[in-house]
C-alpha cells in the first residue's frame, strides 16, 4: 500500500496534529490507524514522514524524519485563459501533475470565463490535492486574474513563449533550458489571439510557438507546452 500523504503548512515541530478537514478525510476515507506510517509535506520543500501516535481527540502524527527539496529550476509559469466549467479543473490539475510552477489566469480580448475569488479558492484547493496525488513537493499557485497587457510587460521571465497554431510552424530554441530561471508560456482563449495581442507580445520579447499541426483546446495546450518542456529538460526520462 502506498504511504497517504497529507499536507500541513509548518512541519517544524516533532509532533503535528492534522487540520479538521485533512483528519476527517484520514479517519473517514482512508481509515487510518494508529501506528501507521504517513507522509506530510508542506508545499514550500519540506516532506516529513512520521507515525499516527493518536486519533483522538486529534489525528496526531510524531515526526521521524524531514527532507527539504530544492525548488525547481528552471520554473515554469503558465499564463493562461480559463476554460469553461469543469475543464478549468483539469486543466489546474494537469499542470499541477505535470509540474507546472505557478498558474495565472490570463484575461484577453477573447475570453469568455472571468474566474471570481471562489471560483479561484477552488482552483487552489484543487491544485493541494493534485499535488499529494502526484508527490510534488510544492505547491503550484494559482495568481490573481491578469489583463495580457500588464503581464506581458513583465521582466521576470528569461524566456518567453506565446502558443499560436501557424502555418509553417515557428520553432523557438528550446535548447539549453537549463540556462533559464524562469519560463513564461502564454495560452490563448479558445478564439484565439488578436492580431492586436500577438503584435504587442512580439514586441515584449515572446517567441511563437507552435507545437501541435491541430488545434487544441486549452487545457491540452497547456498541458502539451508544460509536457514538452520537460521533455527537453529532461530527455533521459522522457523515452
Known amino acids: 500500500m ?22 476527517t478525510h484520514a479517519k473517514r476515507v482512508l481509515r487510518i490507524q494508529p501506528g501507521q506510517t504517513v507522509e506530510l509535506f508542506d508545499g ?12 483522538a481527540p486529534q489525528l496526531t502524527i510524531t515526526i521521524d524524519q524531514r527532507h527539504h527539496t530544492p525548488p525547481p529550476s528552471p520554473k515554469i509559469h503558465i499564463a493562461s485563459a480559463i476554460p469553461k466549467g469543469d475543464r ?23 475570453s469568455v470565463v472571468d474566474p471570481g475569488p471562489k471560483k479561484l479558492q477552488r482552483l487552489q484547493r484543487i491544485a ?14 494559482i495568481n490573481p486574474t491578469l489583463k495580457f497587457p500588464k503581464l506581458i510587460q513583465s521582466q521576470d521571465y528569461d524566456l518567453k513563449l506565446i502558443a499560436h497554431p501557424s ?16 519560463i513564461l508560456i502564454l495560452i490563448g482563449p479558445e478564439g484565439g489571439w488578436t ?17 501541435n499541426p491541430n488545434i487544441l483546446r486549452i487545457e491540452t495546450a497547456a498541458a502539451a507546452a508544460v509536457a514538452i518542456i520537460y521533455a527537453h529538460l529532461y530527455p533521459s526520462q522522457s523515452t
Open 2 to 23: 502506498n504511504t497517504r500523504r497529507f499536507f500541513h503548512s509548518d512541519l517544524s515541530a516533532n509532533s503535528i496534529t492534522l487540520d479538521k478537514d485533512e483528519a
Open 44 to 55: 514550500a520543500g519540506t516532506t516529513a514522514n512520521g507515525i499516527v501516535s493518536s486519533l
Open 88 to 110: 478549468a479543473a483539469t486543466l489546474i490539475q494537469m499542470l499541477t501533475e505535470l509540474g507546472a510552477h505557478q498558474f495565472t489566469p490570463l484575461e484577453t480580448q477573447r
Open 128 to 141: 493541494t490535492e493534485s499535488a499529494k496525488q502526484s508527490h510534488r513537493s510544492y505547491f503550484m499557485n
Open 167 to 182: 502555418d509553417p510552424p515557428p520553432v523557438p530554441s528550446l535548447q539549453n533550458l537549463h540556462d533559464h530561471s524562469n
Open 195 to 211: 492580431n492586436d495581442e500577438l503584435q504587442s507580445s512580439t514586441a515584449a520579447d515572446f517567441q511563437p510557438w507552435s507545437f
